[in-house]
């Protein structure tokens, strides 16, 4: 999945930093996610959100 997350990251355009500030998260928890580290359902919500998708896209490959 965090492949697939860091994809959408930056088809949308966003830095880590830029997507961490939009998100209420912090660049280490976007990195955490984008690694495979992180699976958190609220926090991926919030990126999700920030992304303009539903959390369920951030899981499809």
């Known amino acids: 999945m965090g492949l697939h ?17 939009t998100c209420g998260l912090t660049t280490s ?17 919030r990126v999700a959100n920030a992304l303009k998708i539903t959390p369920d896209r951030l899981g499809q490959f």
């Open 5 to 21: 997350v860091k994809k959408l990251r930056l088809d949308a355009g966003y830095s880590i930093e830029n997507l961490a500030v």
């Open 29 to 45: 928890e976007i990195e955490d996610i984008e690694n495979g580290l992180d699976d958190n359902p609220a926090r991926l919500a």
